[in-house]
């Protein structure tokens, strides 16, 4: 059973960065392709960005792309999501997800994940 631990989630100032992690235990990432969401008070949660097994394919949501980079190191079984230029319409919790499919590509499809960690909190002020 693998476990995710999302980190780096605070309160920043619009235009803002914050850099978040997710720390995979109980087995490895490497041949998964990652995910990030998030969801906002009433709302539905989003697709943020995801990157395949190797980090040779990335996708994001076209409301961050340009300011958020996602990007993984299998050796440190951790995945990351760089946030720069950040906005209040930003502001979520946030969640890092596994895929469900061995050697994945990346993918925007919420179905195809399958661990998910608890979320972290990011906070925006205008």
């Known amino acids: 059973q693998v476990q995710l631990v999302e980190s780096g989630g605070a309160w920043v100032q619009a235009g803002g960065s914050l850099r978040l992690s997710c720390a995979a235990s109980?087995?490895?990432?490497?041949?998964?392709?990652m995910g990030w969401f998030r969801q906002a008070p009433g709302k539905e949660r989003e697709f943020v960005g995801s990157?395949?097994?190797?980090?040779?394919?990335?996708q994001y949501a076209d409301s961050v792309k340009g300011r958020f980079t996602i990007s993984r190191d299998n050796a440190k079984n951790t995945a990351y999501l760089q946030m720069n230029s950040l906005k209040p319409e930003d502001a979520a919790v946030y969640f890092c997800?596994?895929?469900?499919?061995?050697?994945?590509?990346?993918?925007?499809?919420?179905?195809?994940?399958?661990?998910w960690g608890q979320g972290t909190q990011v906070t925006v002020s205008s």
């Open positions: 997800a596994l895929g469900s499919v061995p050697w994945g590509l990346s993918t925007s499809h919420i179905n195809q994940y399958k661990y």
């Open positions: 990157i395949s097994y190797n980090g040779d394919m990335r």
């Open positions: 109980g087995g490895t990432i490497s041949t998964y392709a």
